[in-house]
């Protein structure tokens, strides 16, 4: 019921930018939380940042100071400004959507978008 759209990846060299976008549609509760997750090839799945439908955002401590997360809850479209990037990070970001109901957590993930990054 739930459908998270990304867009915005693609190729960049390093040092340069790309915005991430996703837009959610369907059922969602006014009171969630939106991110952003990545995974590189042969690697986990990991947390890159969220957002809370209040504005609290919460990023991996590697990352903070060049990737920005932020939202438009009007449009229930979340962004990602990755800024300085470098080759490590390359991966497949997803957008994610979390939320609880009557005590449990739901959450719902998008396609993914590549981003690869050259040296």
């Known amino acids: 019921q739930v459908q998270l759209v990304e867009s915005g990846g693609g190729w960049v060299q390093a040092g340069g930018s790309l915005r991430l976008s996703c837009a959610a549609s369907?059922?969602?509760?006014?009171?969630?939380?939106m991110g952003w997750y990545r995974q590189a090839p042969g690697k986990q799945r990991e947390l890159v940042a969220t957002?809370?439908?209040?504005?609290?955002?919460n990023y991996a401590d590697s990352l903070k100071g060049r990737f920005t997360i932020s939202r438009d809850n009007a449009k229930n479209t979340v962004y990602l400004q990755m800024n300085s990037l470098k080759p490590e990070d390359t991966a497949v970001y997803y957008c994610?959507?979390?939320?609880?109901?009557?005590?449990?957590?739901?959450?719902?993930w998008g396609q993914g978008t590549q981003v690869t990054v050259s040296s």
């Open positions: 994610n959507l979390a939320w609880v109901l009557l005590s449990s957590s739901f959450n719902s």
């Open positions: 369907g059922r969602i509760f006014r009171r969630n939380t």
């Open positions: 957002i809370t439908s209040d504005g609290s955002t």
